[in-house]
């Protein structure tokens, strides 16, 4: 075997800021970090050299996690390759590491023009929608960055494709002072002539009712509403944006999606489609002291994503003969059932962690109830043992 000491010292991780999952970074001059394999062991940083392709900078001395941007600022839309080669006390030097894209994933000064729209007139509060949008480009693209937030959260479609695998976007923050938005190379998305972009929309935490039993009230609004805007570049440079939010955008509040809630579930009836169209709200639908909408600042830190699909490891009969589908661990994520029974049966899908008496509290339980109309959230699951389900949880 190769002694670990003799390997051949190389970088073994670069990155910008905090994120690796994306080129994207939120400020023009990000921080950089590196590490040197583990197989160089007993590796003690002299010195290292950065370039972006332009410059080549040297760093004396060990610092090797968020040293400054040494190199002239990213201008906005500007994408440079950097990479970096390390040098250690006993002399070793790395290779160079391969190339990092390092991408401005901010907005120019004053670039946002999107305005909150949502539904206009909605039948409850917190009601969730999807809201709809056509624009036209005209020639072709080099490049399309859609930057999108909400006040609530999202999940923007563009002409029929989902422009990211997120989840919950574009998260919580404090409204009245900060908003985040996301950037999204949507390049590929984007085609001469009519695009459509639509959004389905729900209030989370800006329309979540805060604090116990009849004190929870909202704080921040009582509807959601989606904020987005297309920077498109064509062949000769030139940048337009496209698609903003406000006037001539449309809503619907009859889609699939009938009731959601950060604490109380979502209750979702998949034989509506939205068809309800209407001009949309334009503007907040704010309670008193949250009248302001900032312009969005770029995400700093990784979304929630999907990252893995785990199968039921066990399932359990409790007395009643239900049954109770255990997934062996604490996780954080959504079911994905299959399911057979009549158009219109109402399947109910609780969670919980804990059991008591061999019965659910209500840890995945899941059950089939004949077809009936009902407006209550649904946020239960105990199966009926006589139903033929499978189910799987995808891990966020």
């Known amino acids: 075997m190769t002694d670990a000491a003799d390997a051949t010292p190389c970088i073994a991780t670069l990155r910008a800021e905090l994120r690796d999952d994306t080129a994207f970074v939120a400020t023009p001059t990000p921080r950089l970090s590196w590490t040197v394999n583990a197989a160089a062991n007993g590796w003690l940083q002299d010195s290292a050299e950065l370039t972006d392709g ?21 201008t906005v ?127 989370a935490w800006y329309t979540e009712k805060y604090g116990f039993f009849a004190f929870a009230d909202r704080l921040y609004g009582t509807q959601p509403s989606f904020l987005a805007q297309l ?64 312009a969005p600042e770029a995400r700093i830190a990784p979304p929630v ?14 007395p009643s003969g239900g049954r109770i589908l255990d997934f062996g661990q604490n996780l954080v994520g959504r079911l994905r059932i299959r399911v057979r029974g009549a158009a219109g049966t109402r399947l109910i899908v609780k969670h919980a962690e804990v059991l008591e008496m061999v019965s659910c509290r209500c840890a995945h339980c899941a059950t089939l109830q004949p077809p009936q109309r009902s407006t209550s959230p649904a946020t239960t699951m105990c199966s009926n043992p006589a139903s033929r389900s499978t189910a799987s949880a995808t891990r966020s």
């Open 54 to 74: 332009r410059d080549t900078i040297e760093i004396v001395g060990r610092d090797g996690v968020l040293v400054e941007w040494p190199f002239a600022p990213l």
């Open 77 to 203: 839309g500007e994408a440079r390759d950097v990479r970096v080669r390390a040098r250690a006390t006993s002399g070793a030097q790395t290779p160079w590491s391969a190339s990092l894209r390092v991408e401005s994933g901010y907005l120019a000064e004053g670039e946002w023009i999107a305005r909150p729209v949502g539904l206009a007139r909605p039948d409850r509060a917190a009601q969730p929608a999807v809201v709809r949008s056509r624009f036209h480009v005209e020639r072709p693209i080099k490049r399309a960055l859609l930057f999108w937030t909400a006040l609530g959260v999202a999940e923007p479609e563009l002409n029929g494709a989902a422009v990211s695998d997120d989840i919950l976007a574009p998260g919580w923050t404090a409204y009245r002072d900060r908003l985040v938005h996301e950037s999204v190379d949507v390049t590929a998305l984007v085609h001469v002539g009519t695009n459509e972009l639509t959004a389905s929309i729900a209030g």
């Open 231 to 294: 920077r498109v570049t064509y062949a000769n440079g030139s940048t337009e944006t496209l698609g903003a939010t406000g006037e001539g955008w449309e809503a619907a509040g009859d889609g699939p999606v009938v009731e959601s809630g950060i604490y109380a579930g979502e209750h979702q009836d998949l034989q509506r489609t939205s068809s309800d169209w209407a001009p949309a709200r334009v503007g907040a639908a704010h309670l008193p002291g949250y009248e302001n909408v900032p």
């Open 305 to 318: 994503r999907r990252i893995e699909s785990l199968p039921v490891a066990d399932v359990l009969t409790t």
